[in-house]
């Protein structure tokens, strides 16, 4: 090391002000995300089969499906919800394998048993990741056009102009109305002709088409020969020839009314009360969600220009400005404390140089940082930025302790050049620097071992902690003192001749009488022992996104028209509230990709960023008046983010008891009772008994014999049937680049059960009967969806937390059942969703916990070479946890991933300050020192520097602490788990470890 400080003193500031400035580069060009982009392990299956009943939808598409599906390697869990004529398949597979190679495995699983599904089934399979939501959400609104033609202005003009955007994976419009032609057919003037529903819709499938009649050569050119019956709008169709004879010619329009009309469908969207098409843009999943965003904004000026009249385009949802916000905020948060930690050190050092080398190696940490997280491929989110806030504190400690050291140098030896008191002071620290810097890595590789998305994402950031703690050390080690050099004069100008070391002769009092020690450590004990079963528990940290995701469901059964009507009672509640700033809402589908009944939806509110009220309180709010006005309307409160996190593991909402039996009866009189049990626990919300009712219907059995009496099959009778009730689409118009299909009616407008069984069937001569001599007609119940997990049947039970953690109300959920609730023999009861995910995380966690301390311990014992030593530094860095702890208990904080992250954290942070400690005790007993003497000394050198670090690390992290800004919720139970434990590290490196080193030293 000798002089090479000064030797390579100008490659070294070049090399640093290219990191700075790759740094600066690349922070303005690394792709940004809210979170990263992890690959989730889940696969879901819908399987849509018309609208066949659920027993026979389980028996025929759900069953067989899960028997192939189980069959694929590494599948964990298998999840399935059967509802009328369709089904919905989650596969759960193991993180970190090729969720690619898994989708192709239940494709060819699949693809294996289709001959044996029903021929019309259709098979969707995704990949579930974030992207499956939306970034971006648009309603498109026309005071002179109607809903027809602003759905196909949201279609062909603004989604190709979006859908080109860089980044954008899917454009997709619901809502606004489809265009039809509607063929309304005169069941009096067609048996007049005797002609048939069946007879128009075979005429017109062969009067309407386009088709190649091959290639014809002709004076040396190729032609493409075409026949082109394709009819082309309303007259032709209309005067389509249906009969034609020598007496008459019957036109289409002799027999028939034709309309253009809206296609029927059941599905109602809206968007602050009127009822207008959505538009959601989706990203691909590696794009940088800022720069898609940004690019549509760009693209909504040229749209602005090309739309008619009267058409506007208004956001309803903006995902990139919470993302934006939340890193800024972060950003914030970490200069803020940074600037106060150079504060700090002004007021110890009283330098304005050592201040200044410190504000200089900072940034070029983080630029050397930025620079391998961009090689590494890795996006700025909330978890990096969030990592690199919580790391600030250890690169200022890192940077405290060797500025100090030189600057302890100078003012020991006022007479020696400056340079060579840099590399002096450097080469004392050096191994130190190594076992210290070591002893904060270690701690975070044993989180290889979490899994789940706790694991996923935690790991990204411990991941990025590691590589800013590796930058740190070789910027401090071989930046840091070119840095100061280039700031000092050879000869330094610290005045007043040599500096003695102010003796801390309280040192004597406290490792004179070790039993202080003693009550201190029993005392930490104690109140760690109390504290750990007191402790409220979560699992991720809670963030508060700006926007809430309302789900809700009428009663079974209920048409659409009776649910609109409910949810503009909801909708006149949303305006009322002035914290709200826009809201969307859809009927009959939802946000992601599920299977939803028509009288199921959700409302996407989003909220003013200039509020007094939190989401919780907002959504309480909200709540407390739905219940009031409508007690019918089931609600369920959640947000966009979190409630995306849910659904890619296993439960959106983060309770979910399930429950495990055979007989559908007993299973859902269980969940009833379960459901009105935990509805009277204080604190849990929106509670759901997980017996979803499908709605009523009305069932035709044909009688075969009467059908085949006339010539007719149960086939004609269904086509007959499916013409009088939903119309049967016949053919297409082509109008420019896309087709309009064309619905043939036997009966205008909706059809009521007792028109239904007055209701006549087309004989093959054109006669009519009535219905009732060819089928029996009868309504049933609606039948529950069935939900299986790993092949057996069961019922999930779900509710929200409000106001209380989620340790405590499972805690009171499980204490409630017990007592009040017999589970017959044969039945089971298991807790799921957020609970046991944070089980798991708490077990990997406590392991991780123990192997951090094993690796420091590792690293001292490999540093000094004394089990004692090591056993001492260890024991108390283990101590540590204590102030954690407290920290947590005094200000609220629950027990989860990040707080659990935090306490890992402190270990290894205490160890690596005792380092210092003993190497310099070390030190004074090498120069002759008695033992209490090295001691004392010892502490007297670390005293300025533990109480900067503390300090620095503290001031840094505490704007991360107060959670202010968006997104800082997510980092805050960490920060505060830190600060904890830099407090009570103070007593622990300045009385305990002294007083076990006089009692372990010889």
């Not at 050592?354 to 200089?360: C, D, E, G, N, T």
């Not at 709200?580 to 589908?589: A, H, L, N, Y």
């Not at 004394?866 to 260890?874: D, G, M, Q």
Request: neutral net charge; charged residues 20%; contains cysteine.
């Amino acid at each position: 090391m000798n002089n090479n400080y000064v030797k390579f003193k100008g490659p070294i500031t070049a090399i640093l002000v290219f990191i700075l400035l790759g740094g600066i580069y690349f922070l303005l060009n690394i792709k940004t995300g809210l979170f990263p982009d992890i690959t989730f392990p889940k696969i879901k299956i819908i399987a849509d089969n018309g609208e066949q009943p659920i027993d026979k939808m389980m028996a025929t598409v759900t069953i067989p499906l899960e028997n192939a599906i189980k069959r694929v390697e590494d599948l964990k869990i298998l999840r399935s919800t059967t509802s009328r004529g369709s089904c919905e398949i989650s596969a759960f597979l193991s993180w970190g394998g090729n969720i690619d190679l898994g989708k192709q495995r239940i494709e060819a699983q699949i693809n294996e048993i289709k001959q044996t599904l029903p021929p019309d089934v259709n098979i969707t399979i995704e990949k579930m990741n974030p992207s499956i939501l939306p970034i971006m959400g648009f309603s498109l609104e026309g005071t002179r056009q109607d809903q027809i033609e602003v759905r196909q202005i949201a279609e062909y003009i603004i989604k190709p102009i979006l859908a080109r955007v860089d980044g954008i994976s899917d454009v997709a419009v619901i809502g606004g109305k489809i265009k039809e032609y509607h063929i309304n057919l005169d069941p009096m003037k067609m048996s007049n002709y005797r002609i048939t529903p069946s007879y128009v819709a075979d005429v017109l499938s062969k009067s309407n088409f386009i088709s190649s009649n091959g290639f014809m050569v002709d004076n040396n050119r190729l032609y493409l020969n075409l026949t082109n019956a394709a009819i082309e709008n309303k007259n032709e169709l209309e005067n389509t020839i249906i009969l034609n004879s020598a007496k008459s010619q019957i036109l289409l329009k002799h027999i028939a009314q034709i309309d253009i009309a809206e296609q029927r469908e059941y599905v109602k969207i809206n968007a602050n009360g009127k009822d207008v098409p959505l538009i959601a843009i989706m990203k691909q999943p590696n794009a940088n969600l800022i720069d898609a965003a940004i690019g549509v904004q760009n693209q909504l000026n040229e749209i602005k220009n090309v739309l008619p009249p009267g058409v506007t385009l208004k956001p309803y949802y903006n995902q990139a400005d919470f993302v934006s916000d939340s890193i800024s905020s972060l950003k914030d948060v970490l200069w803020i404390g940074l600037l106060l930690a150079i504060f700090v050190t002004v007021i110890f050092l009283h330098s304005i140089k050592s201040s200044s080398v410190i504000l200089i190696t900072i940034p070029i940490t983080l630029g050397l940082s930025l620079i391998i997280l961009f090689a590494l491929n890795y996006t700025f989110n909330i978890m990096t930025i969030g990592a690199i806030a919580a790391a600030i504190g250890l690169i200022i400690d890192d940077a405290i302790v060797v500025v100090e050291q030189i600057h302890r140098t100078h003012e020991e030896s006022p007479d020696e050049n400056s340079y060579s008191l840099v590399i002096k002071a450097i080469k004392y620290l050096f191994p130190a620097m190594v076992g210290s810097s070591l002893s904060t890595i270690v701690i975070f590789l044993p989180f290889i071992l979490m899994g789940g998305v706790a694991g996923a994402y935690f790991k990204v950031m411990t991941d990025t902690m590691i590589i800013t703690l590796i930058s740190s050390f070789f910027v401090t080690w071989i930046g840091l003192p070119v840095i100061y050099i280039l700031l000092s004069k050879q000869k330094h100008s610290i005045k007043g001749g040599t500096k003695k070391l102010k003796q801390q002769n309280w040192v004597y009092f406290f490792i004179n009488r070790p039993w202080i020690s003693a009550v201190i450590v029993v005392l930490l004990i104690v109140t760690a022992y109390l504290i750990i079963p007191n402790l409220p528990s979560g699992f991720l940290p809670d963030m508060d996104e700006g926007s809430i995701v309302l789900d809700y469901s009428s009663p079974p059964g209920a048409s659409l028209d009776a649910t609109d009507k409910m949810l503009k009672v909801v909708d006149k509640i949303l305006y009322s509230i002035p914290e709200i700033e826009s809201f969307s809402r859809r009927t009959g589908t939802q946000m992601g990709f599920f299977i939803t009944e028509p009288n199921r939806g959700d409302y996407l509110i989003q909220l003013s960023k200039k509020r007094n009220k939190t989401t919780v309180e907002i959504s309480n709010e909200i709540r407390t008046q739905i219940e009031s006005k409508l007690p019918a309307l089931k609600v369920d409160f959640g947000q966009v983010i979190t409630d995306m996190l849910g659904d890619l593991m296993a439960s959106v909402q983060p309770i979910e008891i399930k429950i495990f039996g055979d007989d559908t009866n007993v299973l859902s009189e269980l969940a009833d009772s379960i459901a009105n049990i935990i509805s009277n626990i204080n604190g849990i919300a929106d509670v759901s008994n997980g017996i979803t009712i499908a709605g009523p219907s009305i069932n035709l059995k044909p009688k075969v014999a009467n059908l085949a009496q006339y010539g007719l099959t149960p086939n004609d009778f269904q086509f007959q049937m499916q013409t009088k009730v939903e119309g049967t689409i016949v053919g297409n118009v082509q109008e420019k680049n896309r087709l309009v299909a064309i619905r043939l009616f036997e009966a205008p407008g909706n059809i009521s059960y007792n028109d239904l069984k007055k209701n006549f069937i087309f004989l093959p001569n054109g006669k009519m009967k009535p219905i009732d001599e060819f089928t029996d007609i009868n309504i049933t119940k609606g039948a529950a969806e069935i939900d299986r997990e790993n092949l057996k049947e069961m019922i999930a039970i779900t509710a929200r937390l409000n106001n209380i953690d989620l340790g405590s109300a499972l805690k009171e959920i499980k204490n409630t059942i017990q007592q009040k609730l017999h589970i017959p023999s044969g039945y089971q009861i298991v807790y799921g969703g957020a609970y046991a995910e944070q089980q798991q995380a708490f077990k990997e966690l406590l392991l991780i916990l123990f192997s951090a301390v094993l690796l420091v311990f590792t690293v001292i014992l490999f540093l000094f070479r004394n089990i004692k030593v090591s056993l001492a530094i260890i024991f108390i860095a283990v101590l540590g946890i204590a102030g954690s702890l407290m920290a947590l208990i005094i200000t609220g904080t629950p027990l989860n991933v990040g707080s659990y992250t935090g306490i890992v954290m402190i270990v290894g942070i205490i160890g690596e300050n005792a380092i210092f400690t003993y190497l310099q005790f070390r030190n004074g007993k090498e120069n002759n020192l008695r033992k209490e003497d090295a001691i004392v000394r010892a502490v007297s050198t670390r005293l300025r520097p533990n109480l900067m670090t503390a300090l620095g690390a503290i001031t840094a992290l505490f704007p991360l602490a107060l959670g202010i800004g968006t997104g800082a919720q997510m980092h805050q139970p960490l920060a505060i788990a830190i600060i904890g434990g830099f407090v009570i590290a103070l007593p622990l490196l300045l009385i305990i470890l002294p007083t076990i080193l006089k009692i372990i030293e010889k």
